[in-house]
């Protein structure tokens, strides 16, 4: 019975063993050294099969509400490096480099600041505050600091205008820009809110022709595809329609080959302007004129370099509404995807 006992006590925290137990045990030990390291991936609790499902799935929840930026450093294999990196040079053991990772997930999170990192860390490790204000520095620096990844993400973002931006990357008009499904005339089915489909209702109710602020707010707020749109959803289609009507630029990231809509800043970026709120920059912020130009339809499902105009093309003096039968035409050519995987 005492042999019995003595097996089931709990190892101790100083071993490499603790940190692997059950914990990617059908994993390699190289990624479970990366995934006691990574910030996305550590445990909530110090000791990793302490940690809850509904614990696991919260920091899910909260990283996939975080900015790209922030989400792309805290999966980095880089970043993990760092933390084994920063270990080796202050003699720490994993749970300690786990620690680390746990503290940077914390600061991402909104949970931990930058002035408080040395004394959390001193307390967790424990050690003494001058050498965890020394990890802390090389913490900020090398890696909270770092703006490579955010270079690297600017560095691939262009402006252009909607059309030549559809004209470019043809796959651009197949992205959904709102979650639910929207009707459009002369179509049986719903179909698939991808920008295409979005601009073909727009302009099969407004008309191709630009539209005001106004006319445009009426259509977001009161089409029946638009009133139950979330306040997010609705926002991004704004982005769109202005863009059509007013000819703007928008932000297309040239790797994925999809628009890039507003979000707010990254959690570093929201760090530096905090820091900088009382030393504004003294050079004036210049306007950009954007040229003006329109996107025209030749049907409500075609878009105009698909089958370009004739030069002399005038658009048709609207009829008196009549009660008219229905007419079938033979189908066209079309850009209306009803593809249901979405």
Same mark, same amino acid.
């Given at each position: 019975?005492?042999? =019995?006992?003595?097996?089931?006590?709990?190892?101790?925290?100083?071993?490499?063993?603790?940190?692997?137990?059950?914990?990617?045990?059908?994993?390699?030990?190289?990624?479970?050294?990366?995934?006691?390291?990574?910030?996305?991936?550590?445990?909530?609790?110090?000791?990793?099969?302490?940690?809850?499902?509904?614990?696991?799935?919260?920091?899910?929840?909260?990283?996939?509400?975080?900015?790209? %930026?922030?989400?792309?450093?805290?999966?980095?294999?880089?970043?993990?490096? %760092?933390?084994?990196?920063?270990?080796?040079?202050?003699?720490?053991?994993?749970?300690?480099?786990?620690?680390?990772?746990?503290?940077?997930?914390?600061?991402?999170?909104?949970?931990? +600041?930058?002035?408080?990192?040395?004394?959390?860390?001193?307390?967790?490790?424990?050690?003494?505050?001058?050498?965890?204000?020394?990890?802390?520095?090389?913490?900020?620096?090398?890696?909270?600091?770092?703006?490579?990844?955010?270079?690297?993400? @600017?560095?691939?973002?262009?402006?252009?205008?909607?059309?030549?931006?559809?004209?470019?990357?043809?796959?651009?008009?197949?992205?959904?820009?709102?979650?639910?499904? =929207?009707?459009?005339?002369?179509?049986?089915?719903?179909?698939?809110?991808?920008?295409?489909?979005?601009?073909?209702?727009?302009?099969?109710?407004?008309?191709?022709?630009?539209?005001?602020?106004?006319?445009?707010?009426?259509?977001?707020?009161?089409?029946?595809?638009?009133?139950?749109?979330?306040?997010?959803?609705?926002? $991004?289609?704004?982005?769109?329609?202005?863009?059509?009507?007013?000819?703007?630029?928008?932000?297309?990231?040239?790797?994925?080959?999809?628009?890039?809509?507003?979000?707010?800043?990254?959690?570093?970026? @929201?760090?530096?302007?905090?820091?900088?709120?009382?030393?504004?920059?003294?050079?004036?912020?210049? $306007?950009?004129?954007?040229?003006?130009?329109?996107?025209?339809?030749?049907?409500?499902?075609?878009?105009?370099?698909?089958?370009?105009?004739?030069?002399?093309?005038?658009?048709?003096?609207?009829?008196?509404? +009549?009660?008219?039968?229905?007419?079938?035409?033979?189908?066209?050519?079309?850009?209306?995807?009803?593809?249901?995987?979405?």
């Amino acid at each position: 019975m005492g042999q =019995i006992q003595k097996q089931s006590q709990p190892k101790p925290h100083n071993t490499i063993n603790f940190m692997k137990e059950k914990r990617f045990a059908s994993y390699s030990e190289e990624f479970q050294l990366m995934a006691n390291t990574l910030p996305m991936l550590v445990s909530v609790t110090k000791n990793p099969t302490d940690e809850t499902d509904d614990q696991f799935i919260s920091t899910h929840d909260r990283f996939i509400a975080l900015d790209d %930026i922030s989400k792309d450093k805290m999966v980095a294999p880089k970043t993990a490096t %760092i933390i084994q990196a920063i270990g080796k040079t202050y003699n720490l053991n994993l749970i300690q480099m786990s620690d680390i990772a746990r503290a940077i997930r914390n600061f991402y999170f909104g949970e931990l +600041t930058i002035e408080n990192l040395p004394s959390i860390l001193a307390k967790e490790f424990p050690i003494e505050l001058e050498k965890a204000n020394e990890i802390s520095k090389a913490i900020i620096e090398k890696i909270i600091n770092d703006d490579s990844q955010e270079q690297a993400y @600017q560095a691939s973002l262009e402006n252009i205008i909607l059309p030549t931006a559809l004209k470019h990357y043809p796959g651009l008009g197949e992205q959904l820009i709102t979650s639910e499904k =929207i009707t459009l005339k002369s179509f049986p089915e719903p179909v698939r809110p991808s920008i295409k489909n979005w601009l073909a209702d727009y302009t099969f109710t407004l008309g191709y022709n630009s539209h005001s602020s106004i006319e445009r707010g009426n259509y977001i707020f009161q089409n029946q595809n638009t009133k139950n749109l979330s306040s997010q959803d609705r926002q $991004k289609l704004s982005y769109i329609l202005k863009a059509y009507d007013e000819g703007s630029q928008i932000t297309i990231d040239k790797n994925s080959k999809t628009v890039v809509f507003e979000k707010t800043p990254s959690v570093r970026e @929201q760090f530096l302007q905090k820091n900088n709120r009382n030393n504004p920059t003294s050079e004036p912020i210049q $306007k950009i004129e954007r040229p003006v130009q329109k996107i025209s339809f030749s049907s409500p499902q075609r878009m105009s370099y698909e089958k370009p105009r004739s030069q002399n093309y005038r658009q048709p003096t609207p009829l008196p509404k +009549t009660e008219t039968p229905s007419i079938k035409r033979p189908a066209g050519k079309n850009i209306i995807n009803l593809r249901d995987d979405f």
